[in-house]
């Protein structure tokens, strides 16, 4: 159980084009998703943290209108890095976390990740 | 606000050998502690979690980890090692309440056969 796909797995795209990336959990309904990036051999920076039917929250630094995050249901969250750049090249991992309290509510699901490569 | 460390940026293990690679937190409550396993260009497949009660915690793929209050330690332990354990080991840590993970930097094994 706790199966969070993510699409497409990789992708290159042309310097200023928008790109879109699904998160799904499979078997369960995720109430808030993770949004993460993480650069070669480094380890995982949040971008953003969206809760189903709100707005996402974003950490500092990270521009809102760059990465539109949209979380309309219980089983779906999208990434679309706008007017992409090289620079936005990165490793893209989504998770996702079920319930509103117990363990559950302190796990996260991880997706196997998206490597985006923008030309 | 809390913190993750990992000591080691790389090690180096023979196959066969025991393995610890370390982990200290900052957190002045009990944290939920997890490890995390990634593969070159995959993502992040869990090994174990404490949350509570019994403070050594066994995993999959033959991996334990021992939480030491008095330490501030979760350090991951494997008593043979595989060559099919390289891969970057991250240790994790939620405050509870459903608040955001903190990662360490990550601690990249390498197997030597």
């Known amino acids: 159980g706790a199966v969070v796909s993510q699409h497409p797995s990789w992708v290159i795209c042309k310097s200023g084009t928008s790109v879109k990336i699904e998160c799904r959990s499979l078997d369960f309904q995720a109430t808030t998703m993770f949004w993460y990036r993480q650069f070669p051999k480094q380890s995982l920076m949040l971008m953003a943290t969206s809760n189903e039917g709100s707005k996402a929250t974003y950490e500092q630094g990270v521009e809102k209108d760059k990465f539109l995050i949209n979380h309309a249901s219980l089983t779906l969250s999208t990434l679309t890095v706008t007017s992409a750049h090289p620079e936005d090249s990165s490793f893209y991992i989504c998770?996702?976390?079920?319930?509103?309290?117990?363990?559950?509510?302190?796990?996260?699901?991880f997706g196997p990740g998206t490597r985006l490569t923008v030309l | 606000a809390q913190s993750v460390t990992q000591p080691d940026i790389h090690i180096t293990v023979s196959e066969g050998a025991s393995l610890e690679l370390r982990c200290n937190y900052s957190?002045?409550?009990?944290?939920?502690l997890f490890w995390y396993v990634q593969s070159p260009g995959q993502g992040l497949q869990l090994l174990l979690k404490y949350f509570s009660g019994d403070t050594l915690v066994q995993g999959i793929k033959g991996f334990e980890a021992e939480f030491k209050r008095s330490q501030s330690s979760f350090n991951l332990r494997k008593p043979s090692v595989h060559w099919s354990d390289a891969a970057e080991y991250f240790c994790a840590l939620n405050t509870g309440g459903g608040n955001k993970l903190t990662f360490g930097t990550g601690t990249q094994l390498k197997v030597e056969l």
């Open positions: 957190y002045g409550a009990t944290p939920y």
């Open positions: 998770s996702a976390r079920g319930g509103t309290s117990g363990s559950s509510y302190n796990e996260q699901f």
